[in-house]
């Protein structure tokens, strides 16, 4: 079979009946989707997207309407016999159960399992391997628990509140302190600086440099890191330097078309130079991604506003309304 344009990772249900491993079930998704989001040709719906769903009794056909996607996996964590159970079930859109496959893995190592499983959910998905010109996130690096500290970190990163930079900061430099190379944390430090420029909260010129210092390091271990080049970018917005950003935000689009911050990034730089409808459809992609964040649908229904479309614009902003009735936005 193809390989399904879309797919989106529901969060693994903790059956454990231990409230302290709903950390690792949490943990289990945000790794299998940050795999499968590196496969070319893939659509991977965004975090935000996936966790909507999180304990909400709605049929799996439903679910897949909703976020536009071909597929869902879902799993399970499960006590087994010394260890811990992890099942993981692919489900096409029509509810159908097209794939599933059980690991066990002692409770003080369930993070090692976790390429094993990607790479079984691609092969039921219809990919095949082609060797080693695709390597997934969870292969790349030798330490798991660096791989789980960047993921941690980038979602705490992407809260709002006054101590989510510095939080997120401590998470990367964790990551670094357990695999001294792993270039994905630097470019979340760089990103944790340059959002510390646009929010006004550190000393801009030490923030440059450090934002810089830590971009450089990652494009010396991997040039080709989608993350890197997007952080380039983000570096270049949060400077005002709009049109500057918009080079290295394509490159990362070109590496990994899936990378959402790129897109958010891009939508923001475009709208900063009165190009609204580039704009549009930047945020038309990042939506498509994530079609339950409230926020990426509000601006995209008010950059359509913006560029001269208000039918469509209202009805995205109709959408957000009604992802979260509350927000004042």
């Known amino acids: 079979a193809a390989l399904p344009a879309s797919v989106a990772v529901l969060p693994f249900l903790n059956l454990t009946g231990d409230p302290g491993l709903e950390a690792v079930a949490d943990g289990f998704t945000e790794q299998l989707s940050h795999d499968l989001a590196n496969v070319p040709g893939l659509r991977v719906a ?3 997207s996936s ?38 079930q692919l489900i096409e859109k029509d509810g159908f159960h097209a794939w599933s496959g059980e690991y066990d893995r002692a409770l003080n190592d369930p993070l090692r399992m976790q390429s094993n499983i990607s790479r079984n959910v691609l092969a039921a998905l219809g990919w095949r391997n082609p060797g080693p010109s695709l390597q997934l996130p969870s292969e790349s690096i030798g330490n798991f628990e660096a791989y789980d500290r960047y993921l941690r970190g980038r979602i705490r990163m992407a809260r709002s509140d006054g101590n989510a930079l510095d939080d997120a900061m401590a998470l990367f430099r964790e990551a670094l302190d357990l695999e001294s190379d792993y270039a994905p944390a630097y470019t979340g430090l760089a990103d944790a600086w340059s959002l510390g420029i646009c929010r006004r909260s550190v000393d801009r010129d030490a923030a440059i440099g450090s934002a810089e210092d830590a971009i450089r390091r990652a494009m010396a ?13 983000l570096l270049h917005f949060c400077l005002n ?30 709208v900063y130079q009165d190009r609204f409808n580039e704009a549009a459809d930047a945020y038309l992609h990042a939506q498509e991604r994530d079609p339950m964040d409230d926020g990426l649908n509000r601006n995209l229904g008010a950059n359509l506003l913006l560029s001269g479309q208000p039918d469509a614009g209202f009805s995205y902003l109709r959408r957000a309304q009604a992802i979260d009735p509350t927000a004042a936005n």
């Not at 976020?67 to 869902?72: K, R, W």
């Not at 271990?221 to 970018?233: F, N, Q, V």
């Not at 049109?243 to 475009?270: C, D, F, K, V």
Request: net charge negative; glycine share 10%.
């Open 46 to 48: 965004a975090r935000t």
């Open 51 to 88: 966790f909507f769903f999180k304990d909400k009794s709605i049929q799996a056909h439903e679910i897949a309407e909703r976020m536009g996607v071909d597929s869902l996996i879902e799993g399970s964590l499960r006590q087994g016999e010394g260890g811990l159970r992890v099942t993981v």
């Open 221 to 233: 271990i991997d040039g080709k890191l989608a993350e890197a080049h997007a952080s380039r970018g």
């Open 241 to 270: 330097e709009y049109q500057q950003a918009e080079a290295p935000l394509r490159r990362a689009l070109e590496l990994n078309p899936n990378y959402l911050n790129a897109h958010i990034w891009l939508g923001l730089s475009l």
